[in-house]
């Protein structure tokens, strides 16, 4: 099942690409870093047995931070 979504996400990118511009494609992508910080942080508080993230006040902003980072670095290597 996780290989099959991987195929499908790959699938969707590269249809992606075909599109339109690779840059903006990939600055698009940058920002799964938050989906996978706001997952996190949501099955931490559902499951919290399972999932031991840290969803201090300092640690998500922390996250937050450095997810920022990323996209503004893809930004200018896109632009």
Do not use: H, M
């Amino acid at each position: 099942l996780n290989e099959g979504i991987f195929v499908l996400a790959k699938l969707c990118a590269f249809y992606a690409i075909s599109l339109g511009s690779v840059a903006l494609v990939e600055v698009i992508a940058g920002t799964q870093v938050l989906f996978a910080i706001f997952y996190g942080w949501i099955l931490t508080i559902i499951i919290p047995k399972t999932f031991k993230e840290d969803i201090t006040r300092k640690g998500l902003y922390q996250k937050l931070s450095f997810g920022c980072l990323i996209i503004l670095g893809l930004w200018l290597i896109a632009k």
